[in-house]
């Protein structure tokens, strides 16, 4: 259960999944765009896919339809791989 409250399981929300190269300054270039659209991050976790790319989970708060914020990631390049609204939850 941990893991679920670690990565906003269960939060309201938007969760954003993304592949990224694993360069410098890849989690600046993700926060500066969800910053640009007045958003919060309130989880992230980060995983390698390969030895080049990695996986990113983000959980974020504010007032943004997720088919725009998917827009404003594809013109910056970042591969989206999910985006969906998120409904608060109880954690058992």
């Not at 938007?14 to 270039?29: A, F, S, T």
């Not at 995983?47 to 339809?65: F, I, N, R, S, Y």
């Amino acid at each position: 259960m941990l893991f679920l409250e670690i990565s906003g399981y269960g939060q309201d929300g938007i969760r954003i999944g993304l592949e990224v190269p694993d360069n410098p300054h890849v989690l600046e270039k993700i926060a500066n765009l969800i910053s640009s659209e007045n958003l919060n991050i309130e989880r992230t976790i980060v995983a390698p896919k390969t030895d080049t790319m990695l996986c990113v989970e983000l959980q974020v708060e504010g007032d943004v339809e997720s088919e725009y914020l998917k827009e404003v990631f594809v013109e910056a390049e970042v591969t989206v791989t999910e985006i969906a609204e998120t409904e608060a939850k109880e954690l058992d």
